[in-house]
């Protein structure tokens, strides 16, 4: 059976049509302290939390003999689950958190690059949710090591690098999967 798949970046057709909870990442939009509307710990070191992930579906449809796939992946940020202290952020600490949101938006375009690499044989569904869950253990390993090596935000020139970083890859990701579709 001859599998083709096509690789979208979807946001889930709109913005509209996802609960009010959740914001999907698109380029340039930026989050707001209004958008962390979730209950702050207060016994938590932290003084703001980005609750984001990577989603994905998987559409099976048939054309004539051949099986079909569409994979459907997606950045999201949780308003619910996100959080601050108001008492004490400023704009350092929310250009901190969106860079949280940009490492996850980064890996779900790794994740589209990923699958548009492979060839599955066997179960299409067990391959992709493997792929996922390796894609996501490194988004998470990342998240770590930009938190401590910015300090939380703290140490300035590693967030100005960590920008830098962290643009210059998700850009070329961008482009490589539109080159793709």
């Not at 989603?55 to 689950?81: H, M, N, P, Q, W």
């Not at 949101?101 to 790794?110: C, G, H, P, S, V």
Request: hydrophobic share 40%; aromatic share 12%; proline share 1%.
């Amino acid at each position: 059976m001859k599998l083709l798949f096509f690789i979208l970046f979807l946001l889930f057709a709109s913005v509209q049509d996802a609960p009010k909870e959740i914001i999907l990442w698109e380029a340039g939009q930026k989050l707001s302290w209004a958008d962390f509307k979730g209950r702050p710990v207060v016994d938590s070191r932290a003084v703001a939390v980005t609750s984001s992930g990577i989603g994905y579906k998987l559409i099976t449809r048939k054309e004539s003999d051949d099986r079909k796939y569409d994979v459907v992946v997606f950045a999201y940020f949780s308003t619910r689950d996100s959080w601050y202290k108001s008492r004490y952020v400023n704009n350092a600490i929310l250009a901190h958190e969106q860079l949280h949101f940009d490492i996850t938006a980064l890996y779900a375009q790794k994740l589209i690059h990923e699958i548009s690499e492979l060839n599955f044989e066997g179960d299409v569904g067990e391959g992709l949710e493997t792929l996922y869950h390796h894609v996501t253990k490194e988004m998470d390993s990342v998240q770590k090591i930009y938190d401590k090596q910015t300090e939380a935000s703290v140490n300035e020139s590693a967030q100005v690098i960590w920008r830098q970083k962290i643009n210059d890859q998700l850009t070329a990701y961008l482009k490589l999967n539109e080159v793709r579709k």
